[in-house]
Nanobody
Framework: VQLVESGGGLVQPGGSLRLSCAAS????????VGWFRQAPGKEREGVSC????????ISADSVKGRFTISRDNAKNTVYLQMDSLKPEDTAVYYC?????????????????WGQGTSVTVSS
């Protein structure tokens, strides 16, 4: 059972990236999936989350209108489309999954985490 992130890299300010969180050994249809990030010297922060019950999403104020989380159930993958990237978006991005939608609102911790993918926004 694992989550594998991909899609990170170096991008100029104003550019876009799409991160993928591919699951093996579990069906993401039945899991809440969150994206988190951690910049050097900073605490980890939640970015976006998608619930399993109804597909509704939550996003941090810092990324609203720029980042979009979505699912592709056929591919057992959750994506984070990141547009209008800023230097302050530079971080290692992690996806996480949990059977409970309460994880999306921080009431419980996500139990399964990926290894992370690095995003650098710089000119």
């Amino acid at each position: 059972v694992q989550l594998v992130e991909s899609g990170g890299g170096l991008v100029q300010p104003g550019g876009s990236l799409r991160l993928s969180c591919a699951a093996s050994g579990l069906n993401l249809d039945y899991y809440a999936v969150g994206w988190f990030r951690q910049a050097p010297g900073k605490e980890r922060e939640g970015v976006s989350c998608i619930r399993s019950s109804d597909g509704s999403t939550i996003s941090a104020d810092s990324v609203k209108g720029r980042f979009t989380i979505s699912r592709d159930n056929a591919k057992n993958t959750v994506y984070l489309q990141m547009d209008s990237l800023k230097p302050e978006d530079t971080a290692v991005y992690y996806c996480a999954a949990d059977v409970s939608d309460y994880a999306c609102v921080g009431r419980i911790e996500f139990v399964l985490w990926g290894q992370g993918t690095s995003v650098t926004v710089s000119s």
